[in-house]
T-cell receptor, first 113, second 110 residues
């Protein structure tokens, strides 16, 4: 039982490049989330999904797109990377959305030059 | 909209002493409150949560938190700190999405 995994662990992009971050969970959770973590700002929700085939915007969605084609996977895409997107990205999942615990992946450290 | 405040950027404690990491919240309706811990270069790990019931919640690694509705606080506590408790601690409130505080660095010195 690996829990929540993220690939890649590190990535360096040039401004304007695109990339996709992959999140996978093996706990059969319905709900999945993408956060970014910046110093002094805690975690901010980018997008989330309440089930296969669904996505919704979080607090800071601009510049990102997501897809949930399979229940176990949640992809985060950057179409045209900007230096402001330099951050650590965390994926999480939970069984339900209100009172349930979220389980986090190890994170992806992205640098945009 | 809900919000969380962690008023201390850093808390320093000597090993063996009690520790408190403060958190206050603002939310409409019943609060669902969480504490998470993050060790260096790792993802967040769940410590404990308050949903309803007893105001003193016990969690992982000997941590507990006290819910105080009148003061809208949910402070994290441990009776005797360990050096291995040194980490970044986040308070979070759900309503409807999970909103995190900025985090508090806990340093426990031997």
């Amino acid at each position: 039982n690996a829990g929540v995994t993220q690939t890649p662990k590190f990535r360096v992009l040039k401004t304007g490049q695109s990339m996709t971050l992959l999140c996978a969970q093996d706990m059969n959770h319905e709900y999945m989330y993408w956060y970014r973590q910046d110093p002094g700002m805690g975690l901010r929700l980018i997008h989330y999904s309440v089930g296969e085939g669904t996505t919704a915007k979080g607090e800071v969605p601009d510049g990102y797109n997501v897809s949930r084609l399979k229940k176990q996977n949640f992809l985060l895409g950057l179409e045209s990377a900007a230096p402001s997107q330099t951050s650590v990205y965390f994926c999480a999942s939970s069984e339900e959305i209100t009172a349930d615990t979220q389980y986090f992946g190890p994170g992806t450290r992205l640098t945009v030059l | 909209a809900q919000s969380v405040a962690q008023p201390e950027d850093q808390v320093n404690v000597a090993e063996g002493n009690p520790l408190t990491v403060k958190c206050t919240y603002s939310v409409s309706g019943n609060p669902y409150l969480f504490w998470y811990v993050q060790y260096p270069n790792r993802g967040l790990q769940f410590l404990l949560k308050y949903i309803t019931g007893d105001n003193l919640v016990k969690g992982s690694y000997g941590f507990e938190a006290e819910f105080n509705k009148s003061q809208t606080s949910f402070h994290l506590k441990k009776p005797s700190a360990l050096v291995s408790d040194s980490a970044l601690y986040f308070c979070a409130v759900r309503g409807p999405k999970l909103v995190f505080g900025a985090g508090t660095i806990l340093r426990v010195k031997s």
